[in-house]
């Protein structure tokens, strides 16, 4: 990111197909034609670019778009925020499974205001709030041109940090806490790093079904203070690592159901720890791998405790054409955001610090909250 | 065994209620009424007996058991063959979860031959042939004493080392192919642990389904010989362990799909080559650690490819009242093995000779067939 730190921008050195991939990310390929009236065009677009897969500080810089064509379908949105989420950085470094073709424009949620809409559309007007749903490529430019289908109109009234950031983390903590066991009021769930947003948002939406939550967070300096504010979302236990080394956890329970679900996303002990807890015929869930250590487990944890272990990939799930499904989970989600009933915290970073928010998404900086890029 | 082995037998100092409880297993706990006609009594039993649990050969012994009663609703037995299973050996040995209160007799399945009824008694005659299903506690005696509802009559046509074994196995087998994931003739299975009793069924009914299997051994002297013994029986490919030490199994797939289910009776890297041959959303099921090493598991395995680890055990499956659908299929595999559709090898060793089979059993003396105690 030398250039950028720098802010020496310049232009990519664009063929006009490679240009229009870019900032129509997602927005098909159809035959530009020549129009007998005036051709609607975005402003010029400022967006993070990264030319080939690699490290995120080495390989992305900030790239100056020339306009484009708003087709009769498209819409034009003026980007208000979009986070740097753990996904992002690994399309950037080419090792998630799939990612779009380099060059790109990096991002895949974000919220933004409608700049300008196509002759065909009737569902978005200028001024609207709207964010990509499913999330869709290329959310880090300060411009983004995408057909209107791509965009779901949402309410104003809720903070933008929250329309930003709606999907990714809060939608798969409702999804993980759905799709896998059947749960009433007064069932309990397990999870590790439960400090991550995704984490928070299984505390905030387990605790509004009634369902308790047994939260397990790293040994660190500070994990009282962390504990204190899990407990103030709606935590109903929260342990670090090493209270767990004990010979049964379950005698840590207390009043709580044995949890028949467990959420995974660290490896390593941290996930035999869920492991312990679960209930027999109990599953857990893995959907992320924090200490980059694998999932071990015992035959017997198969056979006799007939524990089932299963895995969730938000994309993999959007992938399945649920459109309306996913907004009509993204409007309650935002509602609750609206609400104060879910709440994580973020920190909102100008664009054009957004070097120094990329050091601190990856942790080069001690510890932050998830950093929003505010255009 | 040192008593047994010297025939030594003595018998049992036990109280009434011990004998009871040891020559009726399972037989409930109805109160014993004077009866003003000749009651009928079984013969006196010779059976394999322990007092406490640890290892089989020195916690095991013959023990002479007095006649009991065969009340209305009773059948008493002549047990012609049983086996010494694994699970056998680990319920002795008090590892198995769910195990009979010693002092007790061992064993859980086999075949006999109806010997006595009690007045009551209307759907068996004497002479019939008999399997206790669902599997039940104390079949390594000569003469076994239990309600009518407990054995199952079989086709005596069907050769008797298979109907001694019929279910613990094969049953597994069948189960494993229909519990977790809808197969079609021309799809595949992938499993290590193949020239096991259960992978030997497996290979067999998958074929029968028009379904092919991959099947994963270990290294050992004779492996070439193993291979061809399990490709006479239908297997598809086999391969040894070093054999799929390349980059990517799925090279060695040829014609065949890639599986979406795979089994696991060994554990550690047998147990990463059926995930590695496992298809996107595949499902691999653990039915025994042979190695006795864990299974570990990527966290992308998880999210990426979705696969799903799943356990089976049989005794978990036939604990859900499934009295009628178990014989069904027992004779189902039955008629298979009576048909020489289903096979794998035993070995019948004379009651006299049980401390020979279970060292056998134990590994004590080299790789042996399956031992089968005939009575």
């Known amino acids: 990111m030398a250039v ?34 005036s051709t609607v065009m975005s402003p010029p677009s400022k967006a993070i670019v990264y030319d ?28 208000i925020a979009a986070p740097i989420n753990p996904s992002d950085i690994n399309r950037i470094e080419g090792v998630y499974p ?12 974000g919220v933004g205001e ?25 959310t880090w430019q300060t411009y983004v041109v995408k057909e209107e289908n791509v965009w779901h109109k949402i309410d104003k009234t809720c903070p933008m940090e929250y329309a930003a950031t709606i999907t990714v983390n809060p939608l798969t903590a409702l999804r993980m806490l759905e799709d896998f066991v059947p749960l009433n009021s007064g069932d309990s769930v397990v999870q590790n790093g439960a400090t991550s947003i995704v984490g928070q948002c ?30 103030a979302l709606g935590a109903d236990e929260v342990f670090s690592e090493s209270q767990l080394n004990v010979k049964n956890v379950k005698s840590l329970l207390g009043n709580l159901p044995e949890p028949a679900l467990g959420f995974n996303c660290v490896g390593g002990n941290a996930a035999s720890l869920v492991l312990k807890y679960l209930r027999e ?44 499904e996913c907004r009509e989970m993204i409007d309650y989600l935002l509602g609750l ?24 998404a990856l942790g080069k900086l001690g510890k932050h909250p998830k950093q929003v890029i505010r255009f």
């Open 4 to 37: 950028v730190k720098s802010m020496a921008v310049r232009a990519l050195k664009l063929s006009p197909a490679v240009s229009f991939r870019l900032s129509r990310c997602g927005g098909g390929a159809k035959p530009l034609s020549v129009k007998s009236f």
């Open 52 to 79: 080939q897969h690699g490290s995120p500080d080495s390989v992305t810089r900030v790239v100056n778009l020339p306009p484009v064509e708003v087709r009769e379908n498209d819409v034009c949105v003026k980007m």
């Open 98 to 109: 799939v990612r779009p073709p380099v060059p790109a424009v990096g991002g895949y949620e």
């Open 114 to 138: 409608v700049y300008a809409v196509g002759s065909s559309v009737n569902g978005l007007s200028p001024g609207d709030w709207v964010i990509p749903s499913p999330p869709s490529s290329g």
């Open 202 to 231: 299984v505390i905030q939406l387990a605790r509004l079904r009634g369902i308790s939550t047994i939260n397990i967070i790293r040994d660190r300096v500070g994990s009282d203070e962390a504990k204190e504010k899990l407990k």
């Open 281 to 324: 015929g109990g599953t857990m869930v893995t959907y992320g791998g924090m200490s980059k250590k694998p999932i071990t487990v015992s035959t017997t944890s198969f056979i006799f405790k007939d524990l089932a272990l299963r895995g969730f990939w938000l994309q993999n799930w959007l992938s399945m054409d649920k459109v309306k």
């Open 337 to 360: 955001a609206r609400d104060g009933k879910l709440k994580y915290e973020t920190e909102l970073v100008p664009f054009e610090e957004f070097p120094v928010a990329l050091d601190k």
